[in-house]
């Protein structure tokens, strides 16, 4: 276990350095940290504090990761669970926040 965390813990530090994320990918990680951060763990790490809601890391390359996020973001998230305050990005905002989540899930992808 010691030594997955320290695998872990390198694998972060690492890529870190090497994909530095870009100023679109910064906005839109401040937009989430804004507007999700209270329920999603929104960056690479950490617990999300509302425990039904998945950190942001853990979405994965599943539907979510199709063309239409970005849309559904634009639309108001309640089409993707009622419980959740709407919110409607614009369309760059949307672009930069998937930008973003993207970045995240790319150095977490097992494989
Ligand atoms: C008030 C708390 C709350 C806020 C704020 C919130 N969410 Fe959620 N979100 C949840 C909960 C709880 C779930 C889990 C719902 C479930 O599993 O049924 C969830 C689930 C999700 C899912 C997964 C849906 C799926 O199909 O599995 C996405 C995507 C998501 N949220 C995106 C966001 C984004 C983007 C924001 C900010 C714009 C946000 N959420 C803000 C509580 C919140």
């Keep these: 276990m010691k030594i997955f965390c320290l ?25 989430l940290e804004t507007l999700c951060g209270r329920c999603h763990a929104v960056s690479a790490t950490g617990r999300s504090p509302h425990v039904d809601a998945p950190p942001f890391r853990t979405f994965g390359d599943d539907k979510l990761y199709d063309n239409d996020f970005g849309q559904r973001l634009q639309d108001g998230l309640t089409t993707i669970h009622p419980d959740m305050p709407a919110f409607r990005f614009s369309r760059t905002d949307a672009e930069a926040a998937v930008n973003y989540l993207k970045s995240l899930q790319a150095h977490k992808r097992p494989k």
């Design 7 to 31: 695998i872990l813990l390198m694998m972060c530090s690492s890529s870190k350095a090497g994909h530095a994320l870009d100023s679109e990918q910064q906005r839109g990680k401040a937009l």
